[in-house]
């Protein structure tokens, strides 16, 4: 059975640093063809794709986020990260990450994890 | 950016009835590997979105047969036969054929 789980702060300030962490079982991200996925979607509104890491350690990102994403994984303890630096009242939204085992794309997400950006 | 444009907007279906969205893309979504890189999900309401199709028109392991995709280049079809009420939400297609990966900005399906 295949689960994820996002966590997160909750709240943070703006210039903060945003660590996300996706928790997830049922699959490893040292086997081929897998990787994992962020996508954001602020309240009432529609999905961005942020990044993806795969099994081999490639990394691709959105960049219209300017370089300030960062992916990684621990394949050990089955996770996944995703850190956005200097955040903005923007980035409040809710954080999805989601399974990739070619072909298929985000077969499998997690429950999400909402993310508040304020002074 | 591929810009993924999706009409309409929203859409009114009489229980039982069918459904057509249609998703296109600003550029081929045709691949140098020669897949085409089309997903679809639904986002029922408090969900998390759900994948239905892939590849453009291979349907995810248990979804019903009711849903297929259909298209190629930059015209996409979703299309949903029968509808029930468990398929009404928000409706996204997705390419990832051409870096940074785009949404389309959603359908919302609702019962007339």
């Known amino acids: 059975q295949v689960t994820l789980k996002e966590s997160g702060p909750g709240i943070l300030q703006p210039s903060q640093t945003l660590s996300l962490t996706c928790t997830f079982s049922?699959?490893?991200?040292?086997?081929?063809?897998?990787?994992v996925g962020w996508i954001r979607q602020p309240s009432g509104k529609g999905l961005e794709w942020l990044a993806n890491?795969?099994?081999?350690?490639?990394?691709y990102y959105n960049p219209s986020l300017k370089n300030r994403l960062t992916i990684s994984k621990d394949t050990s303890n089955n996770q996944a990260f995703l850190k956005i630096t200097n955040v903005d009242t923007a980035d409040t939204a809710t954080y999805y990450c989601?399974?990739?085992?070619?072909?298929?794309?985000?077969?499998?997400w997690g429950q999400g994890v909402m993310v508040t950006v304020s002074s | 950016d591929v810009v993924m444009t999706q009409t309409p907007v929203s859409l009114s279906v009489s229980l039982g009835n069918q459904a057509s969205i249609s998703c296109r893309s600003s550029?081929?979504?045709?691949?140098?590997?020669?897949?085409?890189?089309l997903s679809w999900y639904l986002q029922k309401p408090g969900q998390s979105p759900q994948l239905l199709i892939y590849?453009?028109?291979n349907r995810f392991s248990g979804v019903s047969n009711r849903f297929s995709g259909s298209g190629s280049g930059t015209d996409f079809t979703l299309k949903i036969s029968r509808v029930e009420p468990e398929d009404l939400g928000v409706y996204y297609c997705?390419?990832?054929?051409?870096?940074?990966?785009?949404f389309g900005a959603g359908t919302k399906l609702e019962l007339k």
């Open positions: 989601a399974r990739i085992d070619l072909p298929d794309y985000f077969d499998y």
């Open positions: 049922g699959f490893s991200l040292s086997t081929y063809g897998m990787g």
């Open positions: 890491i795969w099994w081999d350690d490639d990394k």
């Open positions: 550029q081929s979504l045709l691949h140098s590997d020669g897949n085409t890189y």
């Open positions: 590849l453009a028109s």
């Open positions: 997705f390419q990832h054929t051409h870096l940074p990966y785009t």
